[in-house]
């Protein structure tokens, strides 16, 4: 049997293990690090790099990360001589954390591709994937006019507004590159579903909310503009000229 056939039998075996046997899990990225099975139980990932590991194959879930992308994010500059046979250790101890039902011969969630790893995971499955639909959705509701919607499809995704994504994992090098990239997106879903209240009526609570988080982030214009415009429909016209100048 060819690489690519292979590869292919091995997602079509997991992916009917999956449906068969249920067994999803739910990794947070946007936040303290933490992978829980269905029942809510948090599983035990290991130590900071074995978990930084999964953390990096979930940022990219169903495409392959070679091992010396895997080992440059974990250790920076200081990359061990040993580096694969760890990776390789880690790789195993994660395999059985995520698979404990996995039989002898069967696919495992983290399939190998050559000198890289892949993460093979449902787009319900990674919090980051989920809060990327979330915000194409929202960005699709508030251009038909359909605040609601928007409300809808961002609402369950405020608890992470306010924590710091990886927040564990911060002095590993791979979050530096990362960090941009997923506080972009935390904001702009923060921005549609702003917009979103204030269509909707709820305007003191918007400006309420906003006041901080345009010092926190005072390069994020549209921030600025959606908390002025809170503030005007708010009847505070004084404060929206005080953001605008501060803006």
């Known amino acids: 049997m060819s690489v690519g056939a292979r590869d292919t039998a091995d997602r079509r075996s997991l992916t009917g293990r999956l449906v068969e046997g249920g067994g999803q899990m739910h990794i ?81 969630r983290i399939l190998r591709r ?43 995704s405020q608890e992470i507004w306010t924590s710091t994504p990886l ?5 590993l090098p791979f979050v530096t590159d990362w960090t941009d990239s997923l506080d972009g997106l935390r904001l702009t879903a923060t921005e549609l579903l702003a917009q979103a209240r204030l269509d909707l009526g709820e305007h003191q609570l918007v400006a309420d909310e906003l006041r901080g988080l345009v010092h926190r982030y005072p390069g994020r214009e549209r921030l600025w503009e959606i908390l002025a415009l809170a503030q005007v429909r708010s009847g505070l016209q004084q404060e929206a000229l005080d953001t605008v100048q501060q803006a």
């Not at 091992?67 to 200081?78: K, P, T």
């Not at 890289?116 to 994937?129: F, K, P, Q, T």
């Open 28 to 108: 947070r990225l946007m936040g303290t690090f933490a992978v829980q099975a269905d029942d809510g139980t948090t599983l035990d990932c290991g130590g900071a790099k074995q978990r930084a590991v999964l953390a990096q194959l979930a940022l990219e879930a169903k495409t392959p990360v070679s091992v010396d992308r895997l080992a440059e994010g974990i250790w920076g500059e200081q990359v061990p001589e040993k580096y694969r046979q760890i990776i390789q250790v880690y790789v195993s101890n994660l395999r059985r954390t995520l698979d404990p039902e996995r039989g002898s011969g069967s696919p495992s």
């Open 114 to 156: 050559g000198g890289a790893y892949e993460l093979e995971a449902g787009d319900d499955e990674v919090d980051v994937i989920g809060l990327n639909r979330a915000v194409a959705q929202a960005v699709a509701g508030l251009n038909l006019g359909r605040p609601h919607t928007v409300a809808a499809a961002l609402a369950p």
């Open 167 to 171: 927040a564990d994992l911060t002095e």
